[in-house]
């Protein structure tokens, strides 16, 4: 934090707050959410939000964030998502529509997988 002389405050200046942190090993940094928990009112899913924004610019997702995975066994479709239900939701839509099967799985049960076939 800056005051008016441009000279930093000292960090007892510096509001406290009830932010998580976050950290990625593969980028070598870590993240205080303050912006997304008191300014963009993210709230409990600051987390989440920072997790999917990281995901979207980096290609990967920070640590300890495991996403539920879902891919399409015929076609080049398919996405991570954060929770259950909208990855869920999604093969379920997509199998619906394209009569494919698609491969659901979990994030913390290795090699366990699901498929999901159209109706």
């Not at 924004?53 to 991570?80: I, L, M």
């Amino acid at each position: 934090m800056t005051d008016e002389s441009g000279i930093d405050a000292p960090e007892s200046d510096v509001p406290e707050s009830d932010a998580p942190t976050v950290s990625c090993s593969r980028c070598n940094r870590e993240w205080d959410l303050y912006f997304e928990f008191e300014e963009l009112y993210a709230g409990n899913r600051a987390v989440e939000q920072f997790a999917l924004d990281h995901e979207r610019h980096t290609g990967h997702f920070p640590d300890d964030v495991t996403p539920w995975v879902v891919e399409c066994r015929h076609c080049p479709d398919g996405d991570r998502y954060l929770e259950e239900r909208p990855a869920r939701r999604w093969a379920k839509t997509h199998a619906r529509h394209t009569d494919h099967t698609v491969e659901f799985r979990p994030p913390t049960k290795q090699g366990s997988t699901e498929l999901i076939h159209g109706e």
